[in-house]
């Protein structure tokens, strides 16, 4: 069917790229009937959000409500203000190993004690806050293909404040089918802990075991992203980040069991972690859309390692099926594994010196968290309603044999940790 | 007295075999809208909403009237406008061939039609005035963030290069709604068909060959999809034996040399068709090169 006429021979060539693709996507856009008038600009986009997190075992439980607002100024510019309020109750593991005895401890404050019975994992039941965080985001579209965002954070917890600014610089590529961004964010956060600033490997017992009243961490993160369209149903993302964090990253609440040969913890210590880390990441991911059912396929890969001797390996999917009437469901399934960090113990022995750097946070530790959720989606008076429910598995691995003597012996040193978290977003 | 109804119609129908036509005059074009296997009315009344929208569109984006939103936007008043849904659409289609073409598809170019008219023209227009044009061109040099746009002063846009096969895709888009028979719409050589005919047929199209007027050279047949042709060869001016064509270079502001008389692409819808072809003759000697690249189905005279 197909005729060509050559008009002449040619001697010279040129070569071009394809861009069929593209103009038929946005041929496509053009004939689709216009629904609604774009919403006024004067008008605020409101998103809310309430979430309730429950810990297995009534450890951490957790209520947030978050209210995000967004008002684009004019076609150039927009403005985002959000504010989250979370109230935190419940215990959480002090770093103690459990032991086949009742063991008391005293509270982070030095006020008071709590008695963990026989074979449990200590908790530390004094867990309890509430944080309230504003953060605010502008974007700005400088030219045809530069875009521009900065924005700043300030959170307040009854012994935290963190404090953060951020700015990013994205360019459009290749007929906007590449963008590349480059971003850097800088946080400053002073922690003053009830009681001060416990002096690490030092006993909790000893009066004189506190060194200041507060101390500080800065934050310094640099973010590279290139985001490409690989063709109408593909989006693909590559992100490199590194971040470099400097000054009090010891967890002051957290202390280590220090137990003799038979297993018996007699002293604990506070922990005590570097100064100094670098973390970097890299992360990939593909968004696939899957024509003309509508059902979005979004899978990510990251890569994680620090100085401290963490590694991580993260996978994420989400799967978007469209149902009738707006409707619709996302399963959610998502995979971590997390290696040690190099100063990662369960407890120290006491034969041997009091190493400078120590955790037996199991959050440090070698871990795999599962996660697997649904969320439902759905219109409410023609705006976008959606829960989602998810269930988090978190296995702690580690050396069985390290539950010795008569103070340990059939002891799990590594329990497992499970919670449910349900999330509901209305947007209006 | 029994007066004629269809005398007040802006249309007419005819009944072919197999088909009724439906004929008007819009854009400057022959409209046709070809409707397979239906009744008398029905066809009446799909013409009936065909003509109504392609005339909604003329009167929405000609340049030639005062009263609608190309002319608030050429009125030079430097000013910041604010345009609608659909103008947003072909506006951001129009930048994007901009940017897919490298500046070469540029809705500003049309200011040098004044110079390049090819009324009865026998000599090229004075070097200095097509130099003193090309400040006001570039869309590059407009501000648009959709839904505002603000022309530079002395810029002017017209988006007649994409109005007609976007006419005739929108048409073909409401007849979808209203009928599930066959039909071919056609605005001067611009075409879209919806589906084969109930016998089984495709439409069978007869491309005039640009360099023997009113001579069909090329049958080609379509059941669906898009089919939109560039070039015109009875506008063009001769001087010194050297031919100019109209396809005129934003960029400098004369015609661009050594490409085909026609091209004629086939795509997923009119205004792609319209696009690739329209692209492809600003590429001049590099025309087939560039649909070669395209994947697409052309023909070129």
Known sequence: ?428 | MIKDDTSKKNYTLKRQTGYWLGEFTVMASPCQILLDNVDGALADSLTALAYAEAKRIELKFSRFRDDNIIARLNSGTNEIIRVDEETIRLINLADLCFQLSDGLFDISSGVLGKLWHFKQQTQLPNDADIKALLPNIGWQKASWNAPLLRLPKGMQIDLGGIGKEYAVDKVAQLLQQQTDNAFLVNFGGDIYANKLRSNEDSWQIAIEDPNHLGKSKLMISLAQGGLASSGDSQRYIEVDGQRYGHILNPKTGYPIAGGPAQVTVYAQNCVQAGMLATIALLQGEFAEDFLIAQDCRYWLS
């Not at chain 1, 209210?67 to 109750?89: A, C, H």
């Not at chain 1, 269930?391 to 059939?410: I, N, R």
């Open chain 1, 1 to 428: 069917m197909q005729l060509k006429i050559k008009i002449k021979s040619k001697s010279k060539s040129k070569t071009f790229t394809n861009i069929s693709m593209t103009l038929a996507a946005a041929t496509c856009a053009l004939s689709t009937p216009v629904l609604a008038q774009p919403s006024e600009l004067d008008s605020w986009d409101v998103n809310a959000g309430l979430l309730i997190y429950a810990e297995g075992d009534n450890q951490v439980q957790a209520y947030e409500g978050a209210l995000s607002l967004t008002k684009q100024i004019d076609d150039e510019r927009s403005i985002n203000v959000k504010g989250v309020i979370d109230v935190l109750t419940g215990a959480s593991p002090n770093g103690a190993v459990a032991q086949n005895k009742a063991q008391t401890f005293t509270r982070p404050s030095g006020n008071g004690s709590y008695t963990t019975v026989t074979g449990d994992t200590p908790l530390d039941d004094t867990f309890r806050d509430t944080r309230v965080a504003l953060s605010t985001q502008y974007q700005q579209q400088l030219s045809r293909l530069w875009l521009y965002s900065g924005g700043a954070y300030l959170s307040k917890e009854y012994d935290y404040l963190a404090l953060s600014i951020n700015s990013a610089l994205a360019r459009d590529f290749n007929n906007r089918n590449t963008t590349a961004s480059l971003g850097f964010a800088y946080a400053y956060d002073t922690i003053e802990p009830e009681g001060g600033i416990p002096n690490p490997g030092v006993s909790v017992d000893n009066p004189n075991n506190r060194l200041t009243d507060s101390d500080t961490k800065q934050t310094l993160d640099l973010l590279f992203g290139l985001t490409q369209v690989i063709d109408r149903q593909t989006l693909m993302q590559l992100n490199y980040s590194i971040s470099d964090v400097s000054g009090y990253q010891t967890d002051p609440f957290k202390i280590f069991s220090v137990v003799d040969s038979n297993g018996w913890a007699n002293d604990y210590v506070y922990e005590n972690r570097p100064d100094q880390r670098t973390k970097q990441s890299l992360f990939w991911r593909t968004k696939y859309n899957i024509q003309p059912s509508g059902q979005v396929l979004d899978v990510s890969y990251r890569y994680f390692w620090d100085d401290w001797g963490i590694t991580s390996h993260t996978i994420d999917s989400k799967w978007r099926v469209q149902l009738s009437n707006q409707h619709f469901i996302e399963p959610h399934l998502r995979y971590y594994s997390q290696q040690a960090a190099d100063f990662y113990r369960v407890y120290l022995d006491d034969s041997q010196p009091i190493p400078e750097y120590m955790t037996a946070d199991y959050r440090l530790g070698e871990l795999q968290t599962y996660t697997i959720g649904l969320k439902y989606g759905l219109p409410i008076a023609g705006n976008e309603f959606s829960v989602r429910l998810e269930y988090y598995l978190t296995q702690v691995s580690g050396d069985d044999s390290l539950a010795k003597g008569a103070g340990m012996a059939g002891l799990d040193l590594y329990p497992d940790k499970s919670a449910i978290m349900l999330q509901s977003f209305y947007r209006f």
